[in-house]
């Protein structure tokens, strides 16, 4: 009897464990489909799978993913795919998160703080970033470190360098499976005016770009900036990933899905960039996948003299709208989120912005507002050496 009741309880342990692989296998094959479904615009799919996954399974045999719990809740929240449903996506967000989804936390938070979806409610909205940064969520310890005063107007008297920008929109695609965007000639016109008018610099904007158009035009700007100068590049369009090289590429409006020869590899815009003479370099991406060309950011504690200390600094940047996901080309006013947020805040700034404060005040305004993630890192090696993208207003 004794070994029957030894026999029965390893049978048990052993039946417990393979359940536990299984669910493991089970929610990691479902959950990458859903997402591969999801990249390449098949919402549907997507919909079906993460509905599938969020549930537990018969009798209980696997837990709901906290993954596609929080994707799922993404989905209602934005409408994508679906209608939009707060207070289903609110449920479905807030369970992943109490099951330790950190971007599910960090999100509930941003939800709380914001008071537009839910009653604000700080002490709430401060304990899920908390939770989120205690789990090493890199949005959720950059929201908790202090805020950038947009309204500081103090500029220190230092020799800036001339500022140059090359901005890009692409709209009206010449092939058919690349369908037109509707937001991309009005976000380059619109961040053209604001950089040359309110900024000083020098502006080059290029709408419905051919390849060769855009080569040249970022082959000029790199021959106009000295040493002492800084370059910015803004590019709003198609962008495409290769997901088994991890390869990223813009689109050129004469590029075409069956036919790679015209799109822009980011390893030449990353090649472009590293042969710059400029002191600073920032790349700005509204594309999708287009966080294929960042390397990450650390978050480092400034000092009360940090512009002067990196003004002199070689900095190769790239701010991104969305990782690697897809982004979205509708906004409001006519201008992406994305767009929107980086207008904004450089409207609302009276003094000098360096590029990671920029992006700490933009991100929250997009991932609250629209499925993406907007990234900031060094590029790839370009030679970065520790500076940082500073916005003068003058």
């Not at 202090?146 to 800036?160: E, G």
């Not at 509708?330 to 009276?350: K, M, P, R, Y």
């Amino acid at each position: 009897m004794k070994k029957l009741l030894i026999l029965s309880l390893l049978i048990l342990n052993y039946s417990s464990q393979a359940f536990d692989d299984l669910e493991d296998g089970y929610h990691e094959r479902g959950f990458k489909q859903g997402m591969e479904a999801y990249q390449t615009g098949d919402y549907e799919t997507a919909l079906d799978v993460w509905t599938t996954l969020a549930e537990p399974g018969i009798l209980d045999w696997h837990d709901a993913d906290v993954e596609s719990l929080y994707e799922l809740g993404k989905m209602y929240l934005y409408g994508i795919g679906t209608e939009k449903d707060i207070n289903k996506s609110f449920k479905l967000i807030l369970k992943s998160a109490k099951q330790g989804n950190s971007n599910a936390q960090f999100l509930i938070g941003l939800i709380y703080n914001e008071g537009k979806l839910k009653p604000q409610d700080s002490e709430k909205a401060l304990k899920w970033i908390k939770e989120a940064a205690e789990q090493g969520n890199d949005d959720a310890i950059s929201w908790l470190a202090p805020k950038f005063d947009l309204k500081q107007d103090t500029i220190p008297n230092l020799n800036y360098g001339e500022y140059y920008a090359l901005i890009i929109g692409n709209d009206n695609y010449q092939n058919q499976d690349l369908k037109s965007l509707k937001n991309a000639i009005n976000d380059a016109n619109a961040v053209a005016e604001l950089l040359r008018s309110e900024y000083g610099f020098k502006v080059e904007t290029l709408a419905d770009a051919s390849r060769e158009e855009t080569l040249k035009a970022i082959s000029k700007i790199r021959k106009l900036a000295s040493k002492k100068d800084n370059v910015l590049i803004y590019y709003a369009g198609h962008g495409w990933s290769n997901d088994d090289t991890n390869d990223g590429f813009w689109l050129p409006v004469d590029s075409s899905m069956d036919n790679e020869v015209n799109w822009i590899p980011n390893t030449d815009i990353i090649r472009s960039v590293r042969r710059m003479d400029a002191k600073h370099v920032i790349v700005v991406a509204d594309s999708c996948f287009s966080g294929t060309l960042t390397r990450g950011v650390n978050i480092v504690k400034k000092e009360s003299n940090f512009i002067e200390k990196i003004v002199n600094k070689k900095a190769r940047t790239v701010l991104t709208s969305g990782g690697l996901e897809p982004v979205t080309d509708g906004g409001s006013l006519g201008h992406s989120i994305f767009a929107s947020a980086f207008l904004s805040i450089l409207s609302e700034n009276q003094g000098v912005l360096d590029g990671s404060n920029l992006f700490n005040l933009l991100r929250e305004k997009v991932v609250i507002n629209s499925d993406q993630t907007p990234e900031y890192g060094n590029i790839r090696k370009t030679g970065h050496d520790g500076g940082d993208f500073l916005f003068v207003r003058q």
